[in-house]
């Protein structure tokens, strides 16, 4: 890859320094092109950063600021609040063409502000999309938006998101025409609110986009559809749902068979060779390979992390950061747009 | 059990009476005291009917239409089309008396309709909801609503199916003071939507309900709260998303034991043994046990089956509804309302 310098808030997310400095680390040793200006407080950056090994170090810019965002601030409050902040200042560096691309695990909200605030958004764009790509069960992924951007959307702004999720698809998922489809209640044409309904008429009557209709959000992992569109509450309350249901039905496996007298007996090898191989296909569908929530309709990219990210998902989002900029997403959504609103 | 007859509607589901026959013999064989008005296609049923020992058949009314609704068949379509129906036949049972409640497993929308013409909706309910018992990790039950019944619902109806909710957690969960709380996207007072953030300040008023908040869709099977209040439109979709992960992983875990070198070899009993445990505990999460989802606001039980219930299944949904009746649901939602609005 040619160089590549993205900013990243240190102090963002539950675990702070812990978890975003060994994932960074990663994100370097498979990348030696790549470079980091870190923004957050010197102090409680300092035993990971004196972790790393010299090679990383020389690409490591930090930049102390002992200021953090609350991530349970209010948006107005937390917008307030921001100056000086690692988060402001990790996006300041991205505005001001210091790095390429801003990854944080810090308040949504503000992260969402700030951005568009401090980063140009793309021409035509009406509202910031937060997209992501799902893990389906074919091994496959599927973009979703909205996450959580906006809790209402208008039919005018879900098919924005359609529009910009189309090419975001095309673009990283390398396909052709891919297939869009509205998250509802139901696949009949009755079904859902009327904003729902409506833009479904609207889509019908696009040939541009491969628009196949209804799904259902138990259908969210089954790779039915390679776009999925819907409003930000929707599709938060869908994602988290989903998460929630995995994780616990992983928990509950696993206590059963920690349980189990056979775990006590010399056969405990079988048990490891069963759950290695459900655990490899578990790999597939696994959140932390696909932690990195994109905010789509910016001129540049900026990732968001889960707060809860372990290193290992952490890394995912500054991986998922690097193959956005390297793909141009922000210049291929501007020039599809542009081509869009040239033949309307 | 006191004398108890329910009405049913044999064709409603994907599979009729191949899964609702069956289903109801299980139930008979559980309650001697119970009996049946069948409704349905006389020559479809029949073989299955024929299979019922005759001590059962004695308890089986069978009243023949050969008119069904269809099941995607768009609201007011349906509405026009019910006279005579199966649906319909049993839901004119429940009203006029000759059965107490009422089950079926099709068209939710015409099953809503019809019974809201019907059966009498109880004094001061504006809006039926849809309400069921979703499972949890600890083997206890929460109770959510609406489910599909509303797709938009402003501050007020929320509130109402708080307060319907309330009681019914009371009654079938025999709690006192179920904790509630408000499905959302974050916890925090500034998420979600403006009608979701008035009535958080609404009923953080309420000294009559435990209201504790917001609650996120991942910790929908968590037992954090007894009563989870949303609109039809989120309901739906948290709870098909969690079904649907639900059924990925498990046939995903499955299909990577079955296909291991493992299962060939001759200690496959420990396999056995490992899943036995955990299907055991799964029981608990299993969601054919929590098929039925209720009409709250009738002053009668009608509980709609899932459509592509299995016989367990629907026996359950048949099971819900006997509860509901020996517990007087309907009389205890309408005493606890008349209450409440005494107090107002």
Redesign the interface.
Known sequence: MNRLTLALDVMGGDFGPRVTIPALSLALAQNPMLSFILFGDQRQASPFLNALPNDQLKRVQFVHTPHTIDA?L??MQALRKSKGSSMRLALEAVANGEAQGCISGGNT?ALMGLAKILIEPLPNIERLALATLIPS?NGKSSVMLDL?AN??ADSDLLIQFAEMGNIFAEVMLDLVYPRLAL?N?GV?N?K??QTIRNTDKRLQLRNDLNYIGFL???????NMADVIVCD???G??????????????????K???E??F?CQST?RY??R??FY??Y???QQ?NPDRHNGATLLGLSSVVVKSHGGASTNAYFYAIDHAIGQIQRQIPDKISQGLNKLHQNL
Chains 1, 2 share one sequence.
């Open positions: 349970n209010p948006f909200a069960m959580g809790v209402e998250l209640i009949e009755s859902g609110t259902e959000s138990d259908k969210l992992m089954n930000g509450f929707t938060n309350i869908a994602l988290k749902a989903v998460e929630g249901s995995a994780k616990n039905i992983l928990s509950l496996l206590r059963s068979s349980g189990s056979i056969k079988l048990l060779a069963i191989r459900s490899r296909k578990l569908i």
